[in-house]
Nanobody, 123 residues
Framework: QVQLVESGGGLVQAGGSLRLSCAAS????????MGWFRQAPGKEREFVAG????????YYTDSVKGRFTISRDNAKNTVYLQMSRLNSEDTAVYYC????????????????WGQGTQVTVSS
């Protein structure tokens, strides 16, 4: 069992930055691949970024490449999403999720989800 708690969301002006954190409970955190997803009002939940268990491989959706960076600290049971050059299209609830398999863009690959943190970008 893994419990995930996101933090770090908020209101930011376009062009600004935020860092999201996702703290995980449980001793097996380092065995999970982790993903960040987001869901805007009226839209489906979409994959944003993923990282393998070691942190050695990262994946991004095209719209955030070069602006977002995912990382993890297995000693702290935490995964991060550093977001920069934010724009209005990044406004959404952001969720972290844990996958016992590999990183995937499909929500069905993830067994555990956090409650989400709101990110609002004002123009």
């Amino acid at each position: 069992q893994v419990q995930l708690v996101e933090s770090g969301g908020g209101l930011v002006q376009a062009g600004g930055s935020l860092r999201l954190s996702c703290a995980a409970s449980g001793r097996t955190f380092s065995t999970y691949c982790m993903g960040w997803f987001r869901q805007a009002p009226g839209k489906e939940r979409e994959f944003v970024a993923g990282i393998d268990w070691s942190g050695g491989a990262t994946y991004y959706t095209d719209s955030v490449k070069g602006r977002f960076t995912i990382s993890r600290d297995n000693a702290k049971n935490t995964v991060y999403l550093q977001m920069s050059r934010l724009n209005s299209e990044d406004t959404a609830v952001y969720y972290c999720a844990a996958s016992p398999g590999g990183v995937a863009a499909n929500v069905l690959a993830y067994d555990y989800w956090g409650q989400g943190t709101q990110v609002t970008v004002s123009s």
